[in-house]
């Protein structure tokens, strides 16, 4: 007795009930306690966890070791008191107990929650009509460069989910998950962001990652025009020029505005065949200034007009540089008329002299 009162008073304090009860055999006490410090023993599938155990009482075991079911194994020991036990990618529940000083711990039971998994994702790019190409699949999508007006229809595959948080441009989406399978569409217009969170009952992912939608936008048509005025009139105008876009056009045009007193008194559009189907053409165009009707004094402002076939926000317009023709009065047209007879006379008189001192030296 005095020895055992040496080893182990507990089991003294206890007395010997602790040993036999009648037929029944009762566990002696320990002279400490196991206490697991973490609030909560749920945790999801596949995550690390790390159990934290304090012990609290007289006399303290060394070592504390724990027991899964299966093995053994000891504990980091933190301090006198404090005790970690480290599980990796845990996969299933696990029922613990603690063992130290040859007493056992009740039983702690570490839950674990199903991750909710996003299997596959892709997404199929219906692209606007008028740029003629066919809808596109892309297998396991994450950034996306598409054109302005792209409808795109994302599909998804999911494990033990039962939703899936949608987010685009900051704002969620709740999607319904049948048969493991959910779908989503939105036509894009603009550059964008957007994020896929796998949802069950137990668990919301928090680590989807954020992928980028990159937009092309329609650009506009450009055109360049060289001039040449009629050699022998200065009542034609001869054009050539060359128009581009990035996926083609609606019309090209020429237009002209007889203006008088600064204000335009008629408008005239004459339109110019070309390819609309292709992104480059190149054109020739003649004018007749007689054609335009212009009385003496007006003015002419006259100018190309290129449209692109922009089926997103409608055709965007070029023009090229706006140039003027002043159309002359009567009397400017005297002057200029009396100023080249002057002219012509000079030229004649000079060849005149010119033949009579020819003459004189032979």
Known sequence: ILLIALIAPAIL???????????????????????????????????????????????????????????????????????????????????????????????????????????????????????????????NVGDILLPEGTRVTWSFKTGQSNSLLFTLNGKEIVLKVDDDKSAFNATIRNNSKYSISPKNNFVTLTDSLSHQITVIKDQSPAIQIEEKPDSISNKAIYFSGQVTDDYGFNRLSFKYNIRENNKVISTVSKNIPIKTNITENRFFFFWDLKAALAKPGQEIEYYFEVADNDGVNGSKITRSEIKTFKQPTKKETAEQVSANSQALKQKVQSAIRLASTIEKES
Do not use: C
């Open 13 to 139: 304090r206890e007395g010997t009930n602790s040993f036999f009860k009648y037929d029944e055999y009762i566990a002696p006490k320990a002279p400490f306690s196991f206490t697991v410090m973490n609030k909560n023993l749920a945790v999801t599938q596949g995550d690390d966890v790390t159990i934290n155990l304090k012990l609290t009482g007289d006399e303290l075991p060394a070592e504390v070791y724990v027991e899964d079911g299966k093995n053994i194994y000891n504990l980091d020991k933190e301090n006198i008191s404090k005790f970690n036990y480290n599980i990796k990618n845990i996969q299933s529940d696990k029922k613990l107990i603690f063992k130290g000083g040859g007493f056992s711990s009740s039983v702690f039971t570490v839950s674990v929650k199903p991750r909710p998994e996003l299997l596959n994702a892709s997404a199929t790019l219906n692209y606007p009509s008028y740029l003629g190409k066919k809808p596109e699949v892309i297998a």
